[in-house]
């Protein structure tokens, strides 16, 4: 009985901790580039575009392909950005649980 009670404590607190991260995690930013740096998008923690910021010289007609794909490229290079954050903030908070494999936090 002791240990789940201690169990019990355990959940809760890590409830608390998965509460705190996903605060943080929410307000963080980051940005991802593209043509080196000639285009820029910045996502919150939540994966919402905050800024997008393109150089004016990618402006040319025959050129909008070449700026869709580098608009994709630093969308995707900050999601990963993110990503990484929250997976290691997740490890961090989760050290030492025993977790089954597989198993990902945040649910």
């Known amino acids: 009985m002791k240990d789940l009670l201690g169990l019990m404590g355990k959940a809760k607190e890590m409830q608390a901790k998965m509460q705190a991260m996903q605060e943080e995690i929410a307000v963080m930013e980051a ?9 820029s998008v910045t996502l919150t923690g939540k994966f919402e575009m905050k800024a997008l910021k393109i150089d004016p ?4 007609e025959d050129e909008v392909e070449i700026l869709e794909d580098l608009i994709l ?7 990963a950005k ?3 954050v929250v997976q290691e903030k997740t ?3 989760t050290a030492g649980l025993p977790m089954p494999p597989g198993m990902k936090l945040p649910f």
Do not use: C, I, M, Y
């Open 73 to 79: 490229a630093a969308h995707n290079d900050a999601k």
């Open 57 to 60: 010289s990618l402006f040319k």
């Open 82 to 84: 993110v990503e990484q």
């Open 31 to 39: 940005s991802g580039q593209a043509g080196g740096g000639l285009v």
């Open 91 to 93: 490890r961090e908070l």
